[in-house]
């Protein structure tokens, strides 16, 4: 299976156009339904503008600082730091100090310094002599929440200023209500300052006085402590060092002794692997550091080799030379095994001195080793003591000298905000804007309307466009065809369904719209299967009303265009139609054939259309499924195969009766028409899923009855070849 094109810019752009088309043509459509909706959404609108009370604004503006000033230089600080004292802490602080100006505490005191509280006309924000509904109790609350609720907090961008604006019926009390706010916040600010300031003073000279005492606490510990375990003014890290080079000196003593101790060892487990009968092989060592076990180990040898020549010589062992041989090498393996015997002697008496070596340097070691664990701990308790000492030491500098600072900015007086423009009323309204109220309601209105327009198309269970058909059905869409226009009709056009109308206008205009889809459907056809032709073509639809007759006259006339003989079946004998089209009788037909096929050839079954011929469906038959199912019907269809290249058959349609299902299996190809903004999508569904379960020739869908004035479709092509149409149709006229 090939893999798909990736998607284009050309496609992507085709989409973007189709959505533009759909959202025009919905535009086009409901255009009545947004121009109501907007127009009386923005009537509403002005009408309730035209009711509203006038409000003004007041407003002044605030430099808030981030770093107070410091009249005692920057390196006095105060107790408590008025600002932010850092820059990144910026943004914080100025949010802050925005919350605060709305806050509860600064807007009650507001309202009770000014007695708001006791004017409801403020509370319901209505000019002076409004008329107060009776009942309506003024409290602190109301008028503290109806300050807060009208104020507006903005800071400038990129600056340290901030408008603070009131809205307010009266202009004279919004500005007086205003001035009055901003005073408190300021006042308030500086309040909070002195008073954190004087509190953290007292705390310090308490605290001063406390790490005072301690400071003396640990300075006597730690006397006491150096004093009880004899530290001298040697530092402990000198200690340490001194124990340290003790130790590895020690260590070394150590590790040489355990090497001369295991060389001992080692020598003296050579010499006991002495063999005694021939003490011959002896270590080199030994004999490098001995020159008498040399001698004595030759004289050995030597009385070994004589002794060897006599044997062989031919003398026996009891021969006098022999004999004396004999003797000699005994007294010389006894003399070198009694060397032997004296060194190893020597050597046990060196490993047991070595051992005792050994042993008292690793006692000597273990208690200089215990010693420095000793001296660890006390260099511990020692460091924490000192530590602590000087860690009280470093607080009590601290605290003492933010305690005498603390004295110095008592008692001043300073503040980091202050009103840079005093509060005034603006000479104009700020509410209601009559004007933008009813740009809004009219934009209000048309957002209504689009919605209901889309509620609309949401609601609507019909196919609207090829996208839709084939998602839903699960089927290609073969062919699209447009709605016959009056330009289109060669005639007068009659009702829907009636004879020489619409049906014939693929062989009546050849140029039209229609008739070039009816080609377009043509050609689908043919590529459909192109090394199976479908000569026996089904069309049907899933109820009435479809165009399935309308469908078929058209396809039949446009392959009856290509040079093809076909003939144009009538299978539905029910409610037959076609004979209305070409202007029959229903006296003879597909019935008549089915009783007696031997009249096949005696009848005219000729059109006006060339190598197009019409078989009707003859007299009305109370048992149409039985004769469609029968022999006789297949035996006709193969007599007709003979005689002409294609057969088109119109059937019923296939939720109404079962004729159309039982002829889907005795065909070719089966054609299913879905009428735009007629068919139900559940009947299409219905009617595809039955032609699938009895038959695997369903080919695909004719999307028909297309509105092309309507945008949606994305057939603006049918426009131009439309007007090429017309314009063929003015020369020949």
Not at 473 to 499: E, F, I, W, Y
Not at 684 to 710: C, M
Request: hydrophobic share 40%.
């Amino acid at each position: 299976m090939p893999l798909p094109a990736p998607e284009t810019k050309a496609d992507e752009e085709q989409g973007t156009g189709r959505l533009q088309s759909q959202f025009v043509g919905l535009v086009r459509k409901n255009w009545l339904l947004l121009g109501v909706a907007s127009l009386v959404c923005a009537v509403a609108a002005g009408f309730y503008s035209a009711g509203q009370t006038k409000i003004y604004r007041a407003t002044t503006t605030l430099q808030i600082e981030p770093t107070p000033p410091r009249p005692l230089g920057a390196e006095v600080r105060g107790a408590v730091e008025v600002g932010s004292g850092m820059v990144w802490n910026n943004q914080e602080y100025y949010r802050t100090q925005h919350e605060i100006l709305k806050s509860r505490v600064v807007s009650l005191q507001t309202v009770k310094r000014l007695g708001l509280h006791r004017d409801p006309t403020f509370i319901l924000n209505q000019p002076t002599g409004f008329v107060v509904p009776p009942g309506f109790e003024a409290t602190e609350e109301l008028a503290q929440a109806a300050l807060q609720g009208r104020m507006l907090v903005v800071p400038i961008k990129d600056s340290r200023l901030v408008t603070v604006s009131f809205d307010d019926a009266e202009p004279e009390r919004g500005e007086r209500v205003l001035a009055t706010l901003v005073e408190i916040y300021i006042d308030l600010n500086v309040d909070n300052a002195l008073e954190s300031t004087t509190a953290a003073a007292e705390w310090l000279d308490v605290q001063v006085a406390k790490l005072q005492d301690e400071l003396g606490s640990r300075e006597l510990a730690l006397h006491d402590f150096k004093k009880d375990n004899q530290i001298l003014s040697v530092s402990m890290d000198d200690q340490n060092n001194m124990l340290r080079d003790e130790m590895q000196q020690l260590n070394h003593e150590l590790t040489r002794v355990r090497a001369a101790i295991e060389e001992v060892s080692a020598r003296n487990k050579q010499l006991a692997g002495i063999d005694l009968e021939d003490p011959s092989r002896l270590p080199v060592q030994e004999l490098l550091d001995s020159q008498l076990l040399q001698r004595l180990r030759s004289d050995y040898v030597d009385a070994k080799k004589d002794y060897s020549s006599l044997i062989e010589s031919g003398k026996g062992e009891n021969h006098p030379s022999a004999l004396a041989a004999a003797s000699r090498v005994e007294l010389s393996k006894s003399a070198l095994l009694s060397e032997v015997t004296n060194i190893r002697d020597a050597l046990g008496r060196r490993l047991a001195a070595k051992r005792t070596e050994a042993a008292g340097l690793s006692g000597l070691f273990e208690r200089a080793k215990t010693q420095a664990l000793e001296l660890n701990r006390l260099g511990l308790e020692y460091t924490r003591l000192d530590r602590a000492k000087k860690n009280t030491e470093k607080v009590f500098s601290l605290v003492l000298e933010r305690s005498k600072e603390s004295d110095l900015t008592r008692y001043l007086r300073f503040n980091n905000i202050r009103v840079i423009d005093a509060a005034v009323s603006a000479d104009r309204p700020v509410s209601p804007k009559s004007k933008q109220n009813v740009v809004l309601g009219a934009f209000a209105g048309l957002c209504l309307g689009l919605f209901g327009a889309l509620g609309r198309v949401a609601l609507d269970r019909t196919f609207r466009n090829v996208l839709e058909v084939e998602a839903t059905l699960g089927a290609t869409v073969l062919g699209s065809l447009p709605r016959t226009s009056s330009a289109d009709a060669p005639k007068k056009r009659r009702r829907r369904g009636a004879a020489n109308g619409e049906e014939l206008v693929v062989h009546e205009k050849p140029m039209s719209s229609v008739a070039e889809a009816a080609r377009a459907l043509r050609t689908n056809l043919m590529f459909v299967s192109p090394d199976r032709p479908q000569r026996t073509l089904l069309v049907t639809s899933g109820g009435p009303s479809d165009g399935k007759t309308t469908v078929a006259c058209w396809i039949a006339t446009a392959l009856a265009q290509a040079d093809r003989r076909v003939l144009l079946m009538d299978c539905d004998l029910r409610r037959p139609r076609l004979h209305k089209v070409f202007g029959r009788t229903t006296e003879r037909g597909l019935s008549t054939l089915l009783l007696d096929e031997s009249l096949l050839g005696t009848w005219d079954l000729s059109t006006p259309v060339p190598n197009l011929d019409l078989l009707t469906a003859g007299p009305g038959v109370p048992n149409a499924s039985e004769l469609l199912q029968s022999a006789r019907f297949e035996s006709l269809m193969q007599k007709l195969l003979e005689r002409y290249d294609q057969v088109v058959i119109d059937s019923p349609p296939v939720m109404a009766v079962t004729d159309a299902t039982i002829l889907s299996t005795k065909v070719d190809g089966t054609l299913l028409v879905v009428r735009a903004n007629l068919t139900r999508r559940d009947v299409a569904t219905q009617a595809a899923r039955t032609l699938r379960e009895v038959t695997k020739n369903l080919l695909g869908v004719v999307f028909n009855d297309i509105d092309t004035s309507r945008a949606g479709y994305g057939y603006g092509g049918y426009y131009r070849y439309e007007y090429y149409a017309r314009s063929e149709d003015d020369k020949q006229s």
